[in-house]
Structures are given as structure tokens and as C-alpha cells.
């Protein structure tokens, strides 16, 4: 049973592009959502993160957009660019009441083409 | 230079031959934890440990231990490998164990039980 859903599980976009990676949760006990971006080869690392309370926030030419009453977020990458290509996970984390527990989507493989 | 590094990148091995993975971060993280990486499956968390000598079970703990004797290390132990465990392996640290945390990837283990 996936926790967290995440689309579309691969992803070409040309390049000056805008990339979009969505995901989608049930659980309302998470508060915190991650995104992680991954190199082949490398772990994967912290991109961008955001709280319920905040519907968007951007970082440079990343964007997360939060909608709490759908239980949906989604990563928008303006001006795609080579690379950007990587496999970008979404996540979602709670308190368990002794740690706190990090919940991955599936994964979007990105491909950013000339 | 901060990181989490794991040993070794590569095995392949057979099936029941007990083997180590390990894990050392040199950045005095109290959480550490393990996930396996699996096409279609996203990061699933095996072991996490919160601090020296605290250790639980994530999501898929089946055919693994832990042990956490020291701050720095999190080895991960497969007492007799099956090729269901046939995985890429990631340790993970983070200062605490808070949703809020980010954390911080080694750059994985690629596992072959034959």
C-alpha cells in the first residue's frame, strides 16, 4: 500500500520547459513534505521542502505548490534544464510520537532534452 | 567534508553467506536509518536508530539487524541473504529525529544475493 503517490513515473521535457511531478497522500498525520532529487550514482538530497500552513514556496526555479483540502503537492521546475535531469522523489513525513517517519513516493525519472 | 559514507558500493554474493553493510556519518547526527530502493517502489525504510544503542524497525525490517555501539556507525546486517533482498541500500543521518530534519544520503550500496 503506497502512502504517498506520486505521477508520472518518467518525464521528458524539452529544455526552457516547465517540468511538473505530482503527488498525493491520505494521511493526515503527515506535516512536512520534502522533495529529494537524485543523481545516478548519489543518494538521493534535499531540494525543497514545505509545511501544510504554506500553499506555495519557491526556491529559485523550483516551486512547490500545497493543497491541504485535496492532500495534493506538486514540484514545478520553471526553465528545465539538462541538468535537471535526474529521478525526483516526493515524500511526506509524521511523528510517530518516538521519531519522526519519512514517507517516499515511487520516484519521477526526468529527462531534459537540448 | 560532511557525509555519510558507505562501504562497500558493490557486492555480489550468494545466497545465505551472512554479510555488512556499513554506514558512518562524520557529522555527530543522532538519527540514522536505512532504506532499500526498488523500481516502481520508491525508498522503503528498513532500521532506523535514534541515538547509541536505540534501534526500531521501519517499514520493512524482514532479514535484517542493525546495531548502533557507536554515533558515528549504523552497520546493516543480512545474517543469510536471500535474492529477494537484491536491492540498492541507502543509510541515512540527520542531526535529530524530527520530521523537520533533512537527511543526509550516503551514496548507496548495490546489492546482488545470487
Known amino acids: 500500500q503506497q502512502q504517498v503517490k506520486q505521477s508520472p513515473q518518467s518525464l521528458i521535457v524539452q529544455k526552457g520547459g516547465i517540468s511538473i511531478i505530482n503527488c498525493a497522500y491520505e494521511n493526515t498525520a503527515f506535516d512536512y513534505f520534502p522533495w529529494y532529487q537524485q543523481f545516478p550514482g548519489k543518494g538521493p538530497a534535499l531540494l525543497i521542502a514545505?509545511?501544510?500552513?504554506?500553499s506555495e514556496k519557491k526556491e529559485g526555479r523550483f516551486t512547490i505548490s500545497f493543497n491541504k483540502s485535496a492532500k495534493q503537492f506538486s514540484l514545478h521546475i520553471m526553465d528545465s534544464q539538462p541538468g535537471d535531469s535526474a529521478t525526483y522523489f516526493c515524500?511526506?513525513?509524521?511523528?510517530?510520537?518516538?521519531?519522526?517517519?519519512?514517507?517516499f513516493g515511487t520516484g519521477t525519472r526526468l529527462q531534459v532534452t537540448l | 567534508e560532511a557525509q555519510v559514507t558507505q562501504n562497500p558500493r558493490y557486492l555480489i554474493t550468494v545466497t545465505g553467506k551472512k554479510l555488512t553493510v556499513t554506514c558512518s556519518q562524520n557529522m555527530n547526527h543522532e538519527y540514522m536509518s536505512w532504506y532499500r530502493q526498488d523500481p516502481g517502489l520508491g525508498l522503503r525504510q528498513i532500521y532506523y536508530?535514534?541515538?547509541?544503542?536505540?534501534?526500531d524497525k521501519g517499514d520493512v525490517p524482514e532479514g535484517y539487524k542493525v546495531s548502533r555501539k557507536e554515533k558515528r556507525n549504523f552497520p546493516l546486517i543480512l545474517e543469510s541473504p536471500s535474492p529477494n533482498q537484491t536491492s540498492l541500500y541507502f543509510c541515512?543521518?540527520?542531526?535529530?529525529?524530527?520530521?523537520?530534519?533533512?537527511?543526509?544520503f550516503g551514496d548507496g550500496t548495490r546489492l546482488s544475493i545470487l
Open positions: 536508530s535514534m541515538n547509541v544503542e536505540v534501534t
Open positions: 515524500a511526506a513525513s509524521r511523528n510517530t510520537g518516538t521519531a519522526s517517519k519519512l514517507t
Open positions: 514545505i509545511r501544510p500552513d504554506v
Open positions: 541515512a543521518s540527520s542531526p535529530r529525529p524530527s520530521r523537520r530534519q533533512p537527511q543526509h
